[in-house]
């Protein structure tokens, strides 16, 4: 059984949207499962920190857009929609260049809030940075962009 309350189209490699952070910074959808949503972003020179190491708030970026997006997927849209609460990261090893790549899992789904725990690898699967996502689920009309 599926965790996903709207329809899921995602093809491999899906940028997100223009305009955004995540598409600047070439975050990319790469699967969904059934419980779960992957997707990669590149160390490079918008990613890496003066040291040449990916960058915490980069990895930060990472987590929220992809514990962001599952959210997104995981809540009924006649319920409302999710927005972030809390982010809550630790940085275990430095990467220096490659892809990082998010996988976000669910703790915690229910109907006025969600847990996502966000772990991010290396290319030989070793944990860079393990991050906690809450959100809250708010009516839409409450959601709509301030300005």
């Known amino acids: 059984m599926s965790l996903w309350k ?9 940028p997100t949207p223009p305009n955004t952070m995540g598409h600047h910074l070439d975050i990319r959808v790469t699967e969904v ?14 990613t890496v920190q ?13 987590a ?5 997006i599952a959210a ?12 972030g609460l809390d ?5 275990i090893r430095p990467l220096g260049s490659g892809l990082v790549t998010g996988t976000a899992r669910p703790v ?13 690898t290396d290319a030989d699967d070793r944990l860079v940075c393990i ?11 409450r959601a709509k962009p301030a300005g």
Do not use: K
């Open 50 to 62: 003066p040291y040449g190491r990916l960058h915490g708030g980069a990895s930060c970026v990472l």
């Open 6 to 14: 709207r329809p899921v189209t995602i093809g491999e490699g899906l």
């Open 72 to 83: 997104f997927l995981a809540t009924d849209p006649a319920i409302g929609v999710p927005v």
């Open 87 to 91: 982010l809550n990261a630790n940085h």
């Open 131 to 141: 991050s906690r996502l809450t959100v809250a689920v708010i009516p839409a009309d």
């Open 108 to 120: 915690h789904v229910g109907r006025t809030s969600q847990v996502w725990e966000i772990r991010l």
């Open 64 to 68: 929220e857009e992809l514990g962001s």
């Open 33 to 46: 499962g059934p419980d779960f949503l992957r997707g990669t972003m590149p160390v490079d020179p918008r």
